[in-house]
């Protein structure tokens, strides 16, 4: 029997559709009946839509490739690709094949998690949705407030963003340990004639932590509340790579120009430190 006979007798939506349209048109036709051609109808037309879905995944994940690590984690002493970065590359891809990623949050119960749920739609109807938990931490890597609670919540849909993409398409990136090893595995095999990033310098207390993305403010001279180079130095780092412009950028280091001053005088690896993360950045705006 052909895969696509259902129960009934009746081959294809096409034909079950053409029959449910007589029968709804026929005051004599058995309500009951026709509601269960109507279930009949609406499973056939899911498994199709579903196994045109599995077909469509199949072929966007034979075509993507690694996708190379763009970004640091000083904290970590790791390299990551941003959601900006899988995102650029898989889209492409992706959409050729009628799929389409979107995302959203539910709560958890718990103020301090986030759950960011992600959906994959393809063009003939069937989606299927992944979802992580993520944790809402305003705090530093020493325990002081690094950031506010908006901040904090843009950062773990961020995240959560990247993580979901990620795994919708099993996405493999070349040197990945932003999640630190924590399967124990080895590092991913570099996409062939790629360069090979440099490794981030060992860390002393000072050294900021991870750049998390932040919202779009006017920039602002920045005053450490924590007493520590790092309370100044995290901050403006992560507003200066959300920069749109390289007026913008510029804006930033001028208005606090005063405390890098002192930063470069008293803690000059922290200095070059915070020059080499915002460099990518700069010349990124310069290109523009």
């Known amino acids: 029997m052909s895969s696509n006979v259902v129960p009934g007798g009746f081959s294809g939506a096409r034909?079950?559709?053409?029959?449910?349209?007589?029968?709804?048109?026929?005051?004599?036709?058995?309500?009951?009946?026709?509601?269960?051609?109507?279930?009949?109808?609406?499973?056939?037309?899911?498994?199709?839509?579903?196994?045109?879905?599995?077909?469509?995944?199949?072929g966007a994940q034979s075509a993507m490739l690694p996708i190379q690590a763009n970004a640091n984690n000083p904290q970590t002493r790791s390299r990551y690709a941003t959601f900006a970065a899988l995102d650029r590359e898989?889209?492409?891809?992706?959409?050729?094949?009628g799929l389409a990623p979107s995302f959203n949050t539910e709560p958890t119960g718990d103020p301090n998690t986030m759950r960011v749920?992600?959906?994959?739609?393809?063009?003939?109807?069937?989606?299927?949705?992944?979802?992580?938990?993520?944790?809402?931490?305003?705090?530093?890597?020493?325990?002081?407030?690094?950031?506010?609670?908006?901040?904090?919540?843009?950062?773990?849909?961020?995240?959560?963003?990247?993580?979901l993409l990620a795994g919708m398409f099993n996405l493999i990136i070349d040197h990945d340990d932003d999640g630190n090893a924590a399967g124990g595995g080895i590092p991913y095999r570099q996409r062939a004639n790629a360069p090979e990033p440099r490794s981030a310098p060992p860390r002393d207390m000072n050294e900021p932590v991870d750049s998390l993305p932040v919202e779009q403010v006017a920039p602002y001279t920045?005053?450490?509340?924590?007493?520590t180079w790092g309370d100044f130095v995290e901050p403006l780092t992560r507003h200066i790579l959300h920069s749109q412009s390289i007026e913008e950028f510029d804006q930033w280091r001028l208005k606090n120009q005063d405390m890098l001053l002192k930063l470069k005088e008293t803690?000059?690896?922290?200095?070059?430190?915070?020059e080499r993360n915002i460099e990518g950045k700069h010349q990124e705006l310069l290109a523009q």
Do not use: W
């Open 267 to 274: 803690k000059p690896q922290l200095f070059r430190l915070f």
């Open 222 to 227: 920045i005053e450490p509340e924590g007493g």
């Open 117 to 163: 749920v992600g959906m994959l739609a393809h063009v003939a109807g069937y989606s299927r949705r992944y979802q992580i938990d993520m944790a809402v931490d305003t705090k530093g890597a020493r325990g002081g407030d690094v950031m506010t609670r908006t901040h904090a919540t843009g950062s773990a849909f961020s995240y959560g963003k990247r993580y």
């Open 15 to 58: 034909e079950l559709s053409a029959v449910i349209e007589r029968a709804a048109h026929d005051p004599a036709f058995d309500v009951e009946k026709l509601q269960r051609l109507l279930d009949l109808y609406e499973t056939q037309t899911m498994r199709a839509a579903e196994k045109e879905f599995n077909a469509a995944l199949v």
């Open 90 to 97: 898989a889209r492409p891809i992706y959409t050729k094949f």
